[in-house]
Nanobody, 126 residues
Framework: QVQLVESGGGLVHSGGSLRLSCAAS????????MGWFRQAPGKEREFVTA????????YYTDSVKGRFTISRDNVKNTVYLQMNSLKPEDTAVYYC???????????????????WGQGTQVTVSS
């Protein structure tokens, strides 16, 4: 089992940047593919980006391509989400998620992840 704790959220102006972190504890972090999801008020949770267990493969939803970057440090047991050129529509609670994986794949649906953090609020003002 793995425990996930997000941090780094906050309030930023449109066009600004934030970097979210998700620290993992428990079993071997490098055995887990990781993902970031977000949920805006009144909306369903949606996929943002994912990274394979080794970090060699990444995948982004279209709305964040070119603005967000996912990365991981398997020594520090942490996955990051660098968010640039933020827009008001990026406002949401951001969650990291993990699923144990035996190969370098990425997953992009909620049901494919087994472990979730508590979320961190990102608010982008116009």
């Amino acid at each position: 089992q793995v425990q996930l704790v997000e941090s780094g959220g906050g309030l930023v102006h449109s066009g600004g940047s934030l970097r979210l972190s998700c620290a993992a504890s428990g079993r071997t972090f490098s055995s887990y593919a990781m993902g970031w999801f977000r949920q805006a008020p009144g909306k369903e949770r949606e996929f943002v980006t994912a990274i394979s267990r080794s970090g060699s493969t990444t995948y982004y939803t279209d709305s964040v391509k070119g603005r967000f970057t996912i990365s991981r440090d398997n020594v520090k047991n942490t996955v990051y989400l660098q968010m640039n050129s933020l827009k008001p529509e990026d406002t949401a609670v951001y969650y990291c998620a993990a699923r144990e994986s035996t190969w370098s794949g990425v997953w992009h649906t909620i049901n494919e992840y087994d472990y979730w953090g508590q979320g961190t609020q990102v608010t982008v003002s116009s």
